[in-house]
């Protein structure tokens, strides 16, 4: 079954750049060219992946990303012409999996969406399909968490880098691995990216972020107790 991807880009020449590299690599594609329709589509179709453009008219992206996290964990990418950093972290704060800077190679664009759109659940240090420790519970076929039973909302980023960690329990990753192996080799950022990621997983493992230490000016290490 090909998968979805939902364009949203007001610029019609762009978005139809966009559409034509995913219809040409066997994709299904939907396009909106604001926000409120992005949003009207997103509710009437199943979407596998969202390409979000920031600057919009009517509604932002930044507004369409927080809405669509409220009920979804569908992986984003946000596109923009802007390049202060800060705009960079709250978008990822918001939840954005991804974030590529205007000019871009659609190239890049669909290597960057496979990435988020391949599934992952034979990761290196596991070829089980579950993974429990200290009452983290973690299905790779589902791509679901739990947190002593009950369920933990993370986004596609936020499990991968959850993920990645348990598996490798015990060991120090530093933040190159972690950008190389959730991001890829071509990725073009700084390191605050990965510290805005950790931060979010933190607060939503509540008590259990204990578990992710901090290795000072390397990494991060899951341990094994708490």
């Not at 453009?53 to 979804?72: A, N, Q």
């Not at 990645?164 to 080799?185: P, S």
Request: some cysteine; charged content about 30%; hydrophobic content about 40%.
């Amino acid at each position: 079954m090909p998968k979805t991807i939902l364009v949203v880009e007001d610029e019609d020449i762009l978005r139809e750049v966009v559409k034509d590299y995913f219809l040409n690599e066997g994709y299904n594609v939907l396009e909106a060219a604001d926000g409120e329709e992005a949003l009207f589509l997103f509710q009437e179709d199943h979407v596998d992946l969202i390409i979000l453009d920031i600057m919009l008219p009517e509604l932002d992206g930044w507004s369409i990303c927080r809405r669509i996290r409220k009920t979804s964990n569908v992986p984003i990418i946000m596109l923009t012409a802007r390049v202060d950093e800060d705009d960079t972290l709250l978008g990822f704060e918001l939840g954005a999996d991804d974030y590529i800077t205007k000019p871009y190679s659609p190239p890049i664009l669909m290597a960057r969406a496979k990435r988020l759109l391949k599934n992952r659940h034979s990761a290196v240090g596991s070829t089980d399909d579950t993974l429990s420790l200290h009452g983290i519970s973690v299905n790779f076929l589902s791509r679901t968490v739990t947190v002593d039973g009950g369920p933990l909302d993370l986004t596609y980023t936020e499990f991968e880098i959850l993920t990645y960690l348990m598996q490798n329990r015990g060991i120090v990753i530093t933040k190159e691995q972690l950008i190389t192996k959730i991001w890829g080799f071509e990725y073009v950022g700084d390191d605050r990216t990965v510290n805005t990621h950790i931060r979010n997983v933190r607060n939503k493992l509540g008590e259990k972020s204990k578990l992710i230490k901090t290795i000072i000016r390397t990494g991060y290490k899951f341990e094994g107790s708490l």
